[in-house]
C-alpha cells in the first residue's frame, strides 16, 4: 500500500519552499483567472493525495488561495460550498489588514514627502511626526531609490492595466516589509512618480549589500520580466540628514543607470 503521506512532502516544506515547487508555481499561474474551487492531482508521482484549491478574491484580485488536501475522503458539493464561504471570509479579513497597511502607507508617504520636499520648517515639528511614526533619529538610516526597468515595455508585454501595475507597486512594497522585518530593520517609503523612496532604519554599512540582492532576487521569482534599479545613500543619523541622503541615492541611481544601462 502506498504510503499517502512520505516523509519529505511538499506539506513538510516552509511556506517559501512550498511556492518556489515547479508544480505549484505552475498551477498558481494558470489559477490566477479562476474564480471557482478547482481540484488539481498530486504534485509528483510519490504522491497519492489531490488538492482542492479555492482562490481568495477581493472584487477581480487574487488575494491569495487556500490548498484543502483530500486525505481521507473526496471533498464533497457541500465542502465546496463551505471552503467558498471561508475564503470570502478570508478576503474580507485581508481586505481589512490591507486598508488599514495602507492608510498606514499614507501617513508615512506624507510625512517622508514633507521631510524630502521642505515642507516641514520646524524642528519639533518634524520630531513629532517622526515619534508619532517610529522613526528615530539617534538610529543609523540609509535612503533608497528603487525604480522599475523599462517599467512601460514590461507593461505592452504583460498587457498590464492599471490595477496590475499598482498591485506590482504594492507587492515591492510588502517585499521591502518582509525581507527587512526579519533583521529587525523597519522601511517606510513613499512614491515619487515611478519611483519607490525607502528609508530604511536602523542599518549598518553592510545592509544593502545582502538586503537588496534578496530583494532582488524575490521581486525577479514573483514578476518574471520584471527587474529594479536601486540607488542607496550612506548610512546616516538625523533627520535633516535624510534629506541629504535622499539626494546622493537619486545621484546613485542616476549614475548607475549610465554606467549600467
Known sequence: MTDPNPPGGWWERK????????TI???ILQLTSDKKPSRLGPVTELETMSRVVVPVMAGTE??????VLEVERELQEQDFVTLEQAATIIAL???????????????????????????????DMISRRAAYLGLDPDLSSMVAVVDIDRLEEYIRHQKANEGSIQKIRRDIRDLIAAVVADRGVRAFMTEAGDSLIVVFQPVDSSFHEEILEEL?????????????????????????????????????????KKIFP
Do not use: C, W
Not at 511556506?15 to 515547479?22: A, G, M, N, T
Not at 479579513?93 to 521631510?115: C, H, Q, T, W, Y
Open 216 to 256: 532582488l532576487n524575490r521581486v525577479s521569482k514573483k514578476h518574471q520580466g520584471l527587474s529594479l534599479s536601486i540607488g542607496v545613500s550612506p548610512v546616516t543619523k538625523g533627520f535633516r540628514n535624510l534629506t541629504l541622503s535622499f539626494t546622493k541615492a537619486k545621484q546613485s541611481l542616476l549614475l548607475g
Open 93 to 123: 479579513e485581508m481586505s481589512k489588514n490591507i486598508a488599514i497597511l495602507e492608510a498606514r502607507r499614507r501617513v508615512e508617504g506624507n510625512f517622508l514627502d514633507d521631510l524630502f520636499f521642505g515642507q516641514i520648517e520646524s524642528e
Open 15 to 22: 511556506p517559501e519552499r512550498f511556492l518556489d515547487h515547479p
Open 25 to 27: 508555481r505552475k498551477e
Open 62 to 67: 487574487h488575494l491569495g488561495y487556500v490548498f
